[in-house]
C-alpha cells in the first residue's frame, strides 16, 4: 500500500473547529509537522478537507 507524507504548511488558526480538528486528526501539531500515512480513502477525505492547509506528498515503497 503506498504512503502519503502530509506536512502543514498553513496555520489552522482563524479556521472552523472542523477544520482543526481534521488537522489534529492527521496528526499535525504546528507549521512544518509531518505525518505519514497510508493512502486510503478516509485518510484521501481528510487530505481534501484541509488541502489549502496542508502540502502531501507520495513515499515511494522500498
Do not use: F, Y
Not at 477544520?19 to 481534501?48: C, F, W, Y
Amino acid at each position: 500500500m503506498a504512503k502519503l507524507k502530509v506536512t502543514q504548511v498553513r496555520s489552522a488558526l482563524g479556521r472552523g473547529a472542523k477544520q482543526i480538528g481534521t488537522v489534529r486528526a492527521l496528526g499535525l501539531k504546528r507549521l512544518g509537522d509531518s505525518a505519514i500515512h497510508d493512502d486510503k480513502p478516509e485518510i484521501v477525505g481528510m487530505i481534501n478537507a484541509v488541502a489549502h492547509l496542508v502540502e502531501v506528498e507520495e513515499m515511494k515503497e522500498s
